[in-house]
Each structure stands twice: as structure tokens, then as C-alpha cells.
């Protein structure tokens, strides 16, 4: 929904600013044709200047306080443009800031579940490893049960190569998470230093 308003709105900011540059070139355009000739006929010496009766100054003096009012329309027409453009613009600010915000707090959520499921990895790979550890000790070796065997040293030396095999497999996998573990709250301290200066944007940008 948001994203539908963004691109909405971005044509409306062109579009104010087409407005502008009409009106700034509206009222250089009245400049040139209107004063211009006055400025042009009063520069010039050379020629007599002809009688102009009261009707004439009358008119005359119509015509300046008609361009007088023509251009304070247009100026005050290019301030509300500009004071739209500007309302524009601070939207196009807010709705961007938020949407970044939004993305990052998604990214919080999946870091947070991420780094749940690898801590119940870890935790029943470590009842695991503890296990394996209980019967890898010297006495639980020792009293190993081979009863019927004929080479029960031999049975305990087997026992405790899989076990040991066994030992370094988990704790690789220990490894393994810890690792990532470490990776994701990385991630995370990052993430979550970027909401804050981006909550703190939006203040700033709302007062």
C-alpha cells in the first residue's frame, strides 16, 4: 500500500515543479512585453515625446497597477506551489522512512527466530556431547558390559573409538553453530542500530 502511494506521488512533485518554472517564465514573458516598450520609448531622446492628454495617463497608469496585480497573482501563485512542492517532499521523506524502517524490523524478527532455533540446536547437541562424554570416562570404559565376549578388551577399544568418533562429530556441529551464532547477533547489533537512527529520523522529520 505503501509503495502504491510512492509512485503516486512522485508524479504530483514533477508536475509542481512544471508549475514553477511556468510561472517564473509567465512573469518574465509580461516583463519583457509590457515594460519593455515603456523602458525602450522613454530611453529614447531623439524623437519628441508626443502630448498625451489625461485619457491617455489615465490608461496609462490602468495598465501599470493591472501588471502590478498580475505579477503579485503569479508570485503568490509560485508560493503555493512551492509551499506544495515542499509538503510534497517531506511526504515522499515519511513514506520512505518507513518502509526502511518496516524492511529492518522484518530483518530483526528473522535474526531473532534465527538465532532461537540455533540455540536449540545447540542445546541438544550439548546434552548429546555430554552424554557421550559421561561414557567415554575411564571408568565407565572399564566397566563396560561384554559379557559372552571373548576379547573383551577388544569390544572396549571399539566402544571407544565410536565414541570418540562420535564426540568430535558434535562438537563440530557445535562449532558450527557457534559460528553462525556469532554471525547472526553481529547482524542483529547492526540491524538494531539502524532502526534506532531511523526511528530517530522519523521524529526529527514529524516535529
Known amino acids: 500500500m505503501r509503495r502504491g502511494f510512492l509512485w503516486q506521488t512522485i508524479p504530483i512533485r514533477s508536475e509542481l515543479r512544471v508549475h514553477l518554472r511556468t510561472g517564473y ?8 512585453t509590457t515594460v ?34 498580475t505579477i503579485r497573482k503569479l508570485k503568490a501563485d509560485n508560493e503555493q506551489l512551492r509551499s506544495k512542492l515542499a509538503e510534497s517532499e517531506h511526504k515522499l521523506q515519511t513514506i ?17 527466530a534465527q538465532l532461537v532455533v540455533i540455540g536449540e540446536k545447540e542445546a541438544a547437541l550439548q546434552k548429546e556431547l555430554d552424554d557421550v562424554n559421561e561414557q567415554l570416562r575411564p571408568e565407565n570404559i572399564q566397566h563396560l558390559f561384554v559379557a ?14 565410536r565414541l570418540t568418533n ?10 558450527v553453530l557457534h559460528n553462525s551464532r556469532s554471525r547472526l547477533q553481529s547482524s542483529l547489533a547492526l540491524t ?7 526511528r530517530l ?6 516535529r
Do not use: C, Y
Not at 517564465?25 to 519583457?32: E, F, M, P
Not at 559372552?148 to 573409538?161: C, D, I, K, Y
Open 201 to 206: 529520523q522519523l521524529q526529527t522529520t514529524n
Open 25 to 32: 517564465l509567465a512573469i518574465l514573458i509580461l516583463l519583457i
Open 192 to 198: 538494531d542500530a539502524i532502526i534506532q537512527n531511523l
Open 148 to 161: 559372552g565376549s571373548l576379547h573383551p578388551e577388544a569390544v572396549r577399544e571399539s566402544t571407544q573409538r
Open 36 to 69: 519593455g516598450p515603456i523602458v525602450s520609448h522613454s530611453g529614447n531622446t531623439q524623437e519628441p515625446a508626443p502630448n498625451t492628454g489625461p485619457a491617455d495617463s489615465k490608461q496609462e497608469s490602468s495598465e501599470i497597477e493591472q501588471l502590478r496585480k
Open 96 to 112: 520512505s522512512l518507513r518502509d526502511h524502517l518496516t524492511k529492518e524490523e522484518l530483518r530483526q524478527e528473522n535474526l531473532m
Open 166 to 175: 562420535s564426540q568430535g562429530r558434535i562438537q563440530a556441529q557445535i562449532n
